[in-house]
């Protein structure tokens, strides 16, 4: 039996390797991804979305590929309803021009891709169609590079000396019960601060995380393989498609975000001590709690210097409707804008979890197994007493403890739950979902913004944070910049080869909650979720106010990131967009802030944990992660689900003695 100790085994270092990702996009997916039949056509519409022109390379067969193996990796059903798609689409032309769109000339193509990208019907299928094909050849090595990016490679790492107490789950070879004090499941924004609380508290802690630990050299800067590798994918269904971005690797979200640091706005702690009758989190009592977490990830303001001039358009256009702008703080001190955040950090400067809250736990004797994903909690007389995990090889391997914590996030931890049946005698496993559902808005300027070097997002407007909307800059990388614009074709590639003059902005919204994540008959997450009139009401609002900033500060173009390819070149055809009402399939979304499906609360009819984390279900059974949280905050929950970890750490504590 493996017992892990109250203190350190050793503090001596471990030499350790850690293989360069070659600076390419993964091996294409075979062909047999898409239906056969659907080759032909799906290959037309690749190579019509990106025609190819100027700096921009045209899209071909690899692009195929690529893009079918990203399909295949969020979904198994996507990439059989996409080759449908494609089939579809390739026929519909048939009834516009009498031929198939793959034996159309290019010319008529383009007209008929255009025709349907305005469709207020098809624009939404051109969009979903084109996104996987944008995501996958924009982040191709010779297309990246012909628009000016560049893929890190960084070599020779310096060995860690908490090394030795990381394992691969499979290549453990011992039969026996591992056995702890604190088994913590997920080492992003809850489990890995529990765990670390703990461990300085003297508690004998055990790590267990499905992902690898990556460490900088993987961090290349190409969106492939950073979603292949280091992020779960997910799609929410409903009235409007919205792709969900989850880290799935040692530092969670924390590991592949863009480190902005939002303390809970104060009205949102006085809602949750309405809803939940408590004091326990009132904004004083938090206090201590968001000051510690943000001396450990070291919180300051962005440099101005490395904002870049995204900040000069913010401060133009808001000063001149005398809106409030401001540096947005980060928890990565020394950042000097060497990438795009949300593909890993290829310097450390961000510190995430992976960095500032795992490390100190192993070095304090903690234990972390690696590519071990949790299928059960282990019962014994009511009580939760560990968790039994399988790696892909199959091991199996069984952690048991005097305290179950499991943070796997708001996707995942309800999941679990109801693969099991556990801890739903209140039937709220799995729903009061929450997004945040995101978007964005570019403008062009006559001046050179050039958004490369630059920190992605380092500054926003906060005016209207307490109605719901968030501004931030959102400058991407030339790999990623294309799905944030809902242009194809010729139109497209003549916005990627002005770049260098665009700023690009996100608008967030705190959403009004009507989802739910229940398992498909695979045992998948399947997320149920629909944006109400409100929402859309809201984001238009904060578009809107968006494109008002830009042209304040001096904009050519506006272009919103709706469907249809909204393009605005003077103030009088913005009015038109100021007066639309979108349909809630005009919005083109995602989100990075899933919250709320094992909801908190005080009574056992209406929340899954208590105020101390326990399931009110099975004692033993702690959930400290974002599927706690009562959304939506409006803001980037990072350090209310951290500042929320440390407090449960405290409470996990006085429970186990």
Request: hydrophobic share 40%.
């Amino acid at each position: 039996m493996l017992e892990v100790p109250r203190s350190p085994r050793r503090s001596g270092s471990t030499k350790v390797s850690h293989p360069t990702v070659p600076a390419s996009a993964p091996h294409p997916a075979d062909r047999s991804a898409i239906d056969p039949s659907a080759w032909r056509s799906a290959l037309a519409l690749a190579e019509a979305i990106v025609p190819g022109g100027g700096n921009v390379r045209r899209a071909d067969e690899d692009t195929l590929r690529v893009a079918a193996e990203l399909l295949e990796h969020t979904h198994s059903y996507l990439a059989p309803m996409w080759s449908k798609a494609a089939v579809a689409l390739d026929h519909l032309a048939i009834a516009h021009t009498g031929h198939r769109f793959r034996n159309l000339s290019r010319d008529k193509q383009q007209a008929l891709l255009t025709r349907w990208n305005r469709d207020p019907t098809l624009s939404a299928v051109i969009q979903a169609f084109a996104f996987p094909i944008k995501f996958a050849h924009f982040d191709r090595k010779e297309v990246y590079e012909s628009l000016g990016g560049k893929l890190n490679v960084v070599q020779n790492l310096e060995p860690v000396r908490w090394a030795s107490q990381v394992i691969d789950a499979s290549t453990y070879t011992d039969e026996e019960d591992v056995e702890c004090e604190v088994v913590v499941v997920g080492t992003g924004a809850g489990g890995a601060v529990v765990g670390r609380e703990l461990a300085e508290r003297g508690y004998a802690v055990v790590f267990v995380e499905e992902g690898r630990l990556v460490r900088r050299d993987e961090f290349t800067g190409s969106s492939v393989h950073a979603h292949q590798n280091f992020y779960r994918g997910g799609v929410s269904l409903g009235n409007n498609v919205i792709p969900l971005f989850i880290g799935r690797l040692v530092g969670g979200s924390t590991a592949v975000n863009g480190g902005t640091s939002f303390r809970t706005p104060d009205w949102v702690l006085d809602r949750w001590c309405e809803e939940m009758h408590s004091d326990a989190f009132t904004p004083s009592v938090m206090e201590p709690y968001f000051e510690r977490v943000e001396r450990i990830l070291q919180v300051e303001p962005a440099d101005r210097r490395y904002i870049g001039k995204i900040q000069e358009v913010f401060q133009r256009g808001c000063d001149a409707h005398g809106w409030s702008h401001f540096v947005l703080n980060r928890n990565a001190p020394g950042c000097e804008g060497s990438g795009f955040c949300d593909f890993g950090c290829r310097t450390d400067a961000r510190r995430s979890t992976n960095i500032s809250y795992v490390p100190p736990a192993l070095e304090r004797g903690a234990m972390l197994f690696t590519k071990l994903r949790a299928d059960r909690v282990l019962i014994e007389n009511g009580r939760a007493v560990g968790i039994e995990g399988a790696a892909p090889n199959g091991n199996t391997i069984r952690v048991r403890g005097k305290a179950v914590v499991f943070a796997g996030g708001a996707i995942p931890t309800p999941l679990f739950l109801q693969r099991q049946g556990l801890c739903n005698s209140s039937g709220q496993v799995g729903k009061n979902l929450t997004l945040h559902p995101s978007g964005g808005l570019a403008a062009m300027f006559d001046e050179v913004l050039d958004g490369k070097g630059s920190i992605p997002q380092g500054y926003g407007c906060d005016e209207f944070v307490k109605d719901g909307i968030l501004l931030t800059a959102a400058q991407p990388d030339a790999n990623f910049g294309p799905i944030m614009t809902p242009f194809v074709g010729d139109a497209l590639v003549e916005i990627m080869n002005s770049m260098s003059h665009a700023a690009t902005f996100g608008i967030l919204i705190a959403d009004h909650g009507t989802g739910r994540v229940v398992a498909d008959p695979e045992g998948i997450a399947t997320v149920h979720y629909n944006l109400t009139p409100e929402d859309v009401a809201l984001y238009h609002r904060g578009t809107v106010a968006m494109g008002e900033i830009c042209w304040a500060a001096g904009a050519k173009r506006v272009l919103p990131t709706y469907s249809g390819g909204h393009d605005y070149r003077s103030r009088a055809q913005w009015k038109r967009f100021v007066d639309h009402q979108p349909r809630v399939s005009e919005l083109l979304l995602t989100s990075y802030h899933p919250l709320g499906t094992c909801r908190m609360g005080t009574d056992p009819k209406t929340s899954v944990v208590g105020l101390d984390h326990e399931t009110h279900d099975l004692p033993g059974l702690f959930l400290v992660d974002g599927s706690t949280v009562r959304g939506p905050l409006g803001v980037n929950p990072q350090l209310t689900i951290m500042a929320i970890a440390t407090r449960a750490a405290e409470q996990i504590a006085a429970k186990l003695g």
